[in-house]
C-alpha cells in the first residue's frame, strides 16, 4: 500500500520562500500523476498542482502560477513544492495526493498525513 | 473555472439517520464527480468516484448519484463513525472541491 509523508512545513514571513517535500513508498511512484492540495482553517481543500509521472507536465491553480513549481524525482520517489513570494493567504495544510483511476474516472487516494505552511508577519 | 457549492454546510443527525447532502457544479460535468470524507485531523479519504461508484472498503450505506450539474451523497444509516465532514470533488477539468458539509450530532 501506497504512503506518502509530507515535511518542511513551517512559519515564515510574506514574501518568503519555502519548498515542501512528499515522500512516497510502496508502490511505484513514477507511474502516476501526483498533486498538492490545501487546506485553509474551516475551508474546502484547494487543488493546487499536479505533475505528470516523468515530469515533463505540470497543471497550476491560477492562484498559485507563477509562484510555486512543482517537481518530482523519481530515483528519490519524492514530490517537491517550490513556493515563491509567499502571502498571507497562502497559509494552511498542505497535503500530496496520488491521482488513482477507476473506470475512467481519476481521484485523489491516498493523501499524505499534511504539513502545516503559515505566513504571517 | 468550475465552481463547486455544497448544501446543507452543516447538518445535525442522529444514529440510524437517512442524510442526504448535495453537490452543484457550476456547468456539465459529466459524472466526474467524487466525494470524500474528513475527520478532524486526518486528510480526506475518498468514499465514492464517478459520481455512484463506492471505493474499495467504503461501507454499502453511503451512496452517489447524479450526473450534468447535480449531485447526492447519501449514507443510508448513519453510524457513530459517519459523523465527519464532507467534500465533493469535480475532476472533469482539473479539480474543484466542495467547501463541505459537516454531519454532526
Known amino acids: 500500500e501506497m504512503q506518502l509523508v509530507e515535511s518542511g512545513g513551517g512559519l515564515l514571513q510574506p514574501g518568503g520562500s519555502l519548498r515542501l517535500s512528499c515522500a512516497a513508498s510502496g508502490i511505484t511512484f513514477s507511474t502516476y500523476w501526483m498533486n498538492w492540495v490545501r487546506q485553509g482553517p474551516g475551508k474546502g481543500p484547494m487543488w493546487v498542482a499536479h505533475?505528470?509521472?516523468?515530469?515533463?507536465?505540470?497543471n497550476y491553480a491560477d492562484s498559485v502560477k507563477g509562484r510555486f513549481t512543482i517537481s518530482r524525482d523519481n530515483a528519490k520517489n519524492t514530490l517537491y513544492l517550490q513556493m515563491n513570494s509567499l502571502r498571507v493567504e497562502d497559509s494552511a495544510v498542505y497535503y500530496c495526493?496520488?491521482?488513482?483511476?477507476?473506470?475512467?474516472?481519476?481521484?485523489?487516494?491516498?493523501w499524505g498525513q499534511g504539513t502545516l505552511v503559515t505566513v504571517s508577519s | 473555472d468550475i465552481q463547486m457549492t455544497q448544501s446543507p454546510s452543516s447538518v445535525s443527525a442522529s444514529v440510524g439517520d437517512r442524510v442526504t447532502i448535495t453537490c452543484r457544479a457550476s456547468?456539465?460535468?459529466?459524472?466526474?464527480l467524487n466525494w470524500y470524507q474528513q475527520k478532524p485531523g486526518k486528510a480526506p479519504g475518498v468514499l465514492i468516484y464517478g459520481a455512484s461508484r463506492l471505493q474499495s472498503g467504503v461501507p454499502s450505506r453511503f451512496s452517489g448519484r447524479g450526473s450534468g450539474t447535480d449531485f447526492s451523497l447519501t449514507i443510508s444509516s448513519l453510524q457513530p463513525e459517519d459523523f465527519a465532514t464532507y467534500f465533493c470533488q469535480q475532476s472533469y477539468s482539473l479539480y474543484t472541491f466542495g467547501q463541505g458539509t459537516n454531519l454532526e450530532i
Open positions: 505533475i505528470s509521472p516523468d515530469g515533463s507536465s505540470a
Open positions: 495526493a496520488r491521482e488513482t483511476y477507476g473506470s475512467g474516472y481519476n481521484f485523489f487516494d491516498p
Open positions: 456547468q456539465s460535468i459529466r459524472t466526474y
